[in-house]
């Protein structure tokens, strides 16, 4: 490994950036990436169209932007958070007027070429924004409940245009990476007992505001049984998928839950249904552990950077995938509610696979920078 870049590399070469990118990460979200489309391939009955092909093809541009990304200097990043935020908040803003229904939900802005998903943004821009804040704040001023107001207005904004599309998975993703943000910036944890027992105590007016089919699927995680040929018919055939297919599964492309359309949105949401199925818990292990990889160098990335903003980006793009994938497991195995989120590289999604190469890509943008020093104290405000 070359040595690693310092604080006074205003002008670094990119021969040297590429030799400093974490090629095992790399390789890894290949790896990962592979195992999607070979089931997407599975998805539509042996055949590479409509899925398998266009995911490549959103793979390999994402895959560019992705190096892109880490090429760039973390500073830059770090001077236009608050104009990605603006961006993202923006976006999300223009959903309630220009926005496109699709699946009952209004989550998209159509721009000729392809549609986006303005919440997929405001995950990246999320991330940048509080680790730019907390940056400049001093050990005393993170544990002053005034400096904290900022950030979690930050947080609520997006969360609440997110809820009115309605993307109740999205919402609590972003509210989880924000608060996961906070923590490991040093907020007590008294502080977040606090804000747990208000949001207790207003789960009845929360619970007043969810839609019809969301207070079904909450209702339905706690008895599927209630509504086995309506609500709770996904997650029944989802657990009877899993429980077939056995120690070594049924075999590529032999899963009869998935192809027999008895599984739903066996392209997206549940499609690790369909891998454990076919491949068996071992298949399902398989994935886990790649996943478990992807995380611990992202980890060590975080723990490696010197600058607090780097470690906050790094722990905010980390924990928004582990997010990903402990959500939409669980989700499958009904050990939390059907909330609608894909697995990541393996799930059929354009915005959301774009959106988290970028996070990858910012990941290894602050390995490659990992010893820029950035000045804590600038001399002017957080904002």
């Not at 990903?324 to 915005?351: C, D, E, R, W």
Request: aromatic share 12%; charged share 15%.
């Amino acid at each position: 490994m070359a040595k690693s870049l310092d604080a006074g590399t205003s002008a670094v070469p990119l021969s040297r950036k590429l030799v400093e990118l974490n090629w095992g990460l790399v390789l890894l979200i290949c790896a990962v990436a592979a195992i999607g489309w070979m089931m997407l391939y599975s998805a539509a009955g042996g055949s590479y169209s409509p899925w398998a092909s266009r995911q490549m093809i959103r793979f390999a541009i994402g895959a560019v932007v992705m190096l892109s990304v880490a090429m760039v200097d973390i500073r830059f990043w770090l001077r236009y958070a608050y104009a990605i935020y603006a961006l993202g908040l923006g976006l999300l803003v223009s959903v309630e007027v220009f926005g496109v229904i699709g699946m009952g939900a209004q989550r998209w802005v159509d721009l000729g070429l392809f549609k986006l998903q303005p919440s997929e943004v405001m995950k990246v821009a999320l991330v940048l924004s509080l680790a730019r804040y907390f940056h400049y704040l001093s050990t005393d001023e993170v544990g002053r409940l005034r400096w904290l107001i900022a950030p979690t207005l930050l947080i609520a904004a997006p969360v609440v245009l997110v809820l009115r599309q309605p993307d109740l998975g999205t919402a609590i993703l972003l509210s989880a990476v924000g608060f996961g943000i906070f923590f490991m910036a040093g907020v007590r944890l008294w502080k977040f007992a606090v804000a747990a027992a208000a949001a207790l105590g207003a789960l009845p007016i929360i619970w007043s505001y969810l839609r019809d089919y969301q207070q079904a699927r909450i209702l339905t995680f706690v008895d599927p049984e209630r509504d086995p040929l309506g609500a709770g018919y996904h997650i029944m055939q989802s657990k009877i998928a899993l429980g077939s297919g056995g120690l070594f599964g049924k075999g590529f492309m032999q899963g009869t839950q998935s192809h027999l359309d008895f599984l739903p949105e066996m392209r997206t949401d549940f499609i690790f249904t369909m891998l454990a199925e076919e491949f068996g818990m071992v298949g399902g292990l398989v994935l886990l552990a790649l996943y478990i990889l992807l995380l611990a160098y992202s980890f060590a990335i975080a723990l490696r950077a010197r600058s607090q903003f780097g470690r906050l980006v790094a722990i905010g793009v980390t924990g928004g995938f582990f997010l990903y994938v402990f959500i939409n497991i669980a989700m499958v195995m009904g050990l939390v509610p059907v909330v609608g989120v894909p697995l990541p590289l393996i799930s059929y999604g354009g915005t959301s696979m774009m959106t988290l190469l970028i996070g990858f890509g910012l990941l290894m943008g602050v390995w490659i920078h990992r010893d820029a020093e950035i000045p804590r104290r600038p001399g002017f405000s957080p904002f």
